[in-house]
């Protein structure tokens, strides 16, 4: 048991410093980031964004220490509403594009890909996200009990359960107003840059001869998976 947990914990780590230094190093290119995290070496890799990740990794060997429970609460606090940002984000980032596109003029059979709950599915992941974001800030403003505790307890509790929200308004907003970046609207949008020109009619024909000989098994599968 204990290798297959080693073995799973060294993947997860791999792969998150895999991820976070791509990340790190795509954020630097657009400016939002260091420049110098966008270094590449001559093997591809993203030298200082990885000595970055690595360094903050060693904030593991703080759960050997005597509070490391006060350190889990808050290393938790501060990644715990990450996954709801990200995906949030996601979901509005695809409304704006479907919207945009339709502006624009283009139709649905000009995508190569297309998210099977479509538009109106990332509508709803978006109201979910922001749903539980509300429950997520009533549970850290109002916790259960509230009245019997102090208001340094209170504003603890809050910041346990909401920290992320300020940390990510911390990094948004001082962006926004010293870069002066706008608020794209659906006619502003650039939807060509780093398209890949293809045959679009030749690839969708294609697609809908194999989707059509698709045993009925394999249509439901696809539907659903």
Same mark, same amino acid.
């Given at each position: 048991?204990?290798?297959?947990?080693m073995i799973? $914990?060294?993947?997860v780590g791999?792969?998150?410093v895999?991820?976070?230094?791509?990340?790190?190093?795509?954020?630097?290119e657009?400016r939002q980031?260091?420049?110098?995290? !966008?270094?590449?070496?001559?093997k591809g890799?993203?030298?200082?964004?990885?000595?970055?990740a690595?360094?903050?990794?060693?904030?593991s060997y703080?759960?050997a220490s005597?509070?490391?429970g006060? !350190?889990?609460?808050w290393?938790?606090?501060?990644?715990?509403l990450?996954?709801?940002?990200?995906w949030?984000s996601i979901?509005?980032?695809?409304?704006?594009f479907?919207q945009?596109?339709?502006h624009q003029?283009?139709?649905l059979?000009?995508?190569?890909f297309?998210?099977?709950?479509?538009f109106w599915?990332s509508?709803l992941?978006?109201?979910?996200?922001?749903l539980?974001l509300?429950?997520?800030f009533w549970t850290?403003f109002?916790?259960?009990?509230?009245?019997d505790?102090?208001s340094?307890?209170?504003v603890?509790?809050f910041?346990?359960?909401?920290? !992320?929200a300020?940390? $990510?308004? %911390?990094f948004y907003l001082?962006?926004k107003i010293?870069? =002066?970046t706008?608020?794209?609207?659906?006619?502003?949008m650039?939807? =060509?840059?780093?398209?890949r020109?293809?045959? %679009?009619?030749?690839l969708l024909a294609?697609?809908?001869?194999?989707?059509?000989s698709w045993p009925?098994?394999k249509?439901a599968?696809?539907?659903?998976c």
């Amino acid at each position: 048991m204990n290798v297959v947990i080693m073995i799973a $914990v060294l993947s997860v780590g791999n792969s998150s410093v895999y991820g976070s230094t791509r990340t790190l190093a795509a954020l630097a290119e657009q400016r939002q980031a260091p420049r110098f995290l !966008a270094y590449i070496d001559r093997k591809g890799r993203p030298l200082f964004a990885i000595i970055i990740a690595s360094a903050i990794g060693y904030l593991s060997y703080i759960g050997a220490s005597d509070r490391q429970g006060d !350190a889990f609460t808050w290393m938790l606090a501060l990644s715990g509403l990450s996954s709801i940002f990200t995906w949030g984000s996601i979901c509005l980032a695809h409304v704006r594009f479907r919207q945009a596109w339709k502006h624009q003029g283009h139709s649905l059979d000009e995508l190569a890909f297309r998210s099977q709950p479509g538009f109106w599915g990332s509508v709803l992941g978006f109201a979910f996200n922001i749903l539980v974001l509300i429950a997520q800030f009533w549970t850290g403003f109002a916790p259960i009990g509230y009245s019997d505790m102090t208001s340094a307890e209170l504003v603890q509790n809050f910041f346990q359960a909401y920290l !992320a929200a300020p940390i $990510v308004l %911390l990094f948004y907003l001082p962006y926004k107003i010293y870069y =002066k970046t706008p608020f794209l609207t659906v006619d502003m949008m650039d939807l =060509k840059t780093g398209r890949r020109d293809l045959d %679009l009619g030749h690839l969708l024909a294609e697609e809908r001869a194999e989707r059509a000989s698709w045993p009925v098994w394999k249509k439901a599968y696809k539907f659903f998976c």
